[in-house]
């Protein structure tokens, strides 16, 4: 009893220029010359779609990295204003409380600097200089370098191909 074959599937892989018929045919368990035959047939050019799986890629990467610049940069206002308002409500005080202005003013600071050390461990001042690098390569290193970032990112799913 034999499967039925997702051609759809077979062409989209081909066509991205990551696959060889032999590959897909081993993968699909169809004969590879009737494979070549049915992608001259159809017109199916391997690695036709392989910039646009690169620009898509690209583009999904910047989006994933401006995610976690703005979740930083909410987490940072978040705790500022909680640091202001405390302010604002001692300064208010007929005697504002020495300590906890102090306190206020040492974690301003503390969180200035925290504020840094999350950029570069998120690395988003050279997120586009990261991404240049890694896509420059071969394909298989591009698929392999998004699986990795795709890995580190909870709860993403990506479509590279439509």
Same mark, same amino acid.
């Given at each position: 009893?034999? @499967?039925? *074959?997702?051609?759809?599937? #077979?062409?989209?892989?081909?066509?991205?220029?990551?696959?060889? !018929?032999?590959?897909?045919? %081993?993968?699909?368990?169809?004969?590879?010359?009737?494979?070549?035959?049915?992608?001259? @047939? =159809? =017109?199916?050019?391997?690695?036709?779609?392989?910039?646009?799986?690169?620009?898509?890629?690209?583009?999904?990467?910047? +989006?994933? +990295?401006?995610?976690? %610049?703005? %979740?930083?940069?909410?987490?940072?206002?978040?705790?500022? %204003? #909680?640091?202001?308002?405390? &302010?604002?409500?001692? &300064?208010?005080?007929? @005697?504002?409380?020495?300590?906890? &202005?102090?306190?206020?003013?040492?974690?301003?600071?503390?969180?200035?600097?925290?504020?840094?050390? !999350?950029?570069? &461990?998120?690395? *988003?001042?050279?997120?586009?200089?990261? *991404?240049?690098?890694?896509?420059?390569?071969? !394909?298989?290193?591009?698929?392999?370098? *998004? =699986?990795?970032? !795709?890995?580190?990112? +909870?709860?993403? =799913?990506?479509?590279?191909?439509?």
């Amino acid at each position: 009893m034999s @499967k039925s *074959i997702n051609w759809i599937e #077979v062409e989209e892989k081909y066509k991205t220029g990551l696959y060889s !018929m032999d590959q897909l045919s %081993e993968e699909y368990n169809f004969n590879t010359k009737y494979g070549h035959r049915k992608a001259k @047939k =159809n =017109n199916w050019v391997k690695g036709s779609t392989k910039k646009l799986v690169q620009e898509k890629t690209k583009d999904k990467i910047i +989006e994933l +990295e401006s995610i976690k %610049e703005v %979740e930083a940069k909410g987490k940072y206002f978040y705790l500022l %204003e #909680v640091i202001r308002l405390k &302010l604002l409500s001692e &300064l208010l005080k007929d @005697k504002p409380d020495f300590e906890t &202005l102090k306190s206020c003013k040492i974690s301003s600071e503390t969180l200035t600097n925290l504020r840094k050390e !999350m950029y570069q &461990l998120l690395d *988003i001042q050279e997120t586009a200089q990261k *991404i240049e690098s890694e896509l420059n390569g071969s !394909m298989e290193n591009k698929v392999d370098y *998004i =699986n990795k970032y !795709m890995n580190q990112v +909870e709860g993403v =799913n990506v479509t590279l191909v439509e």
